[in-house]
């Protein structure tokens, strides 16, 4: 029974990431994250051009043009959140990549909400604090790109080792917690907007008020869902990947991904460097990683021919 339910989810995983969907799919969003960078910018230019309009109506809406870049980015970054859930069953690094990656373009959007936020460009110097923020993130930003860069080259520079075990069963178990994950990822979608729109109470989170950021609670909440589905998958793993090096790389991996989790609840500066570390050690666990398989398989050949020259 639960064979035969993982391999329909299996199945359906399949269904969904066929070429022609996925193409379908990269023009759909295209198309709704320009819609809603036009339909920001027309939001706060009839807000600005008339204010007496009901302010409550508009409450909370940020009055910077900058601030429409929000709007596209928020939804091209939940794509990317599809692309990492897909990732999942495809290669423990490449959704690892693809984690980093997202972090890295979250702090990129935030510099526009940042410069966004000057009273005027004018005498933009005399906003220390908010000039400050800028230039944090911008640095930030361009430290993970690097990093991601590093991890990326990493990872086709490896050498894939051939597991002797039948895999067919890990990987449609890897495409069905990919799919329920996806189930997940649409739930909480679906409650940010919720209760963003004041459709749901925000007491329904725990919270008090409904916080700045749109997204603030989503992000968090789905990377200790990836957290709970590394760990899971870890375990799962060993039954096929049961050599030192992958057990060390995948539970270092989870631990970046905690440290990942942390950094979207640390106040800033300081959310940066716990990103940053993160990243840091996933590139490291990596690098060693492929130094080890090196020397093991190095040393797998050269008892392999000691063994025929016999």
């Not at 409650?191 to 007491?203: G, H, Q």
Request: aromatic letters at 12%.
């Amino acid at each position: 029974m639960i064979t035969a339910a993982r391999r329909r989810l299996a199945a359906f995983f399949d269904c969904l990431h066929e070429s022609a969907k996925r193409d379908l799919l990269d023009t759909c969003v295209v198309s709704l994250a320009a819609a809603g960078f036009l339909g920001h910018l027309l939001l706060v230019a009839v807000v600005n051009m008339l204010p007496e309009f009901p302010q409550t109506i508009f409450e909370g809406l940020d009055r910077s043009l900058l601030h429409a870049v929000y709007t596209p980015f928020s939804i091209i970054l939940f794509y990317e959140v599809i692309l990492l859930v897909f990732a999942l069953a495809d290669s423990h690094t490449g959704e690892v990549a693809k984690q980093y990656q997202i972090v890295s373009l979250i702090v990129v959007r935030r510099v526009f909400k940042d410069i966004g936020s000057f009273e005027s460009f004018e005498h933009w110097l005399t906003e220390t604090e908010a000039v400050k923020a800028v230039l944090t993130d911008m640095g930030g930003a361009v430290l993970m790109f690097v990093l991601v860069t590093i991890f990326t080259l990493l990872r086709r520079t490896i050498p894939k080792v051939a597991i002797q075990r039948d895999l067919v069963g890990f990987i449609e178990l890897k495409k069905a917690v990919a799919v329920l994950l996806l189930v997940v990822l649409s739930g909480l979608a679906l409650l940010n907007l919720a209760v963003w729109l004041r459709v749901l109470p925000v007491s329904l989170l725990g919270l008090t008020q409904i916080p700045e950021n749109v997204d603030l609670f989503f992000f968090p909440l789905f990377f200790e869902f990836m957290i709970f589905t590394d760990v899971f998958i870890l375990i799962v793993s060993l039954a096929y990947y049961d050599r030192y090096e992958y057990v060390f790389r995948n539970a270092g991996f989870v631990i970046s991904t905690v440290l990942l989790r942390v950094s979207l609840s640390t106040p800033k500066p300081y959310d940066i460097g716990v990103a940053l570390i993160a990243m840091a050690y996933g590139v490291s666990v990596l690098a060693v990683f492929g130094w080890f398989s090196s020397i093991v398989n190095g040393q797998k050949l050269s008892d392999d021919s000691n063994n025929r020259e016999r």
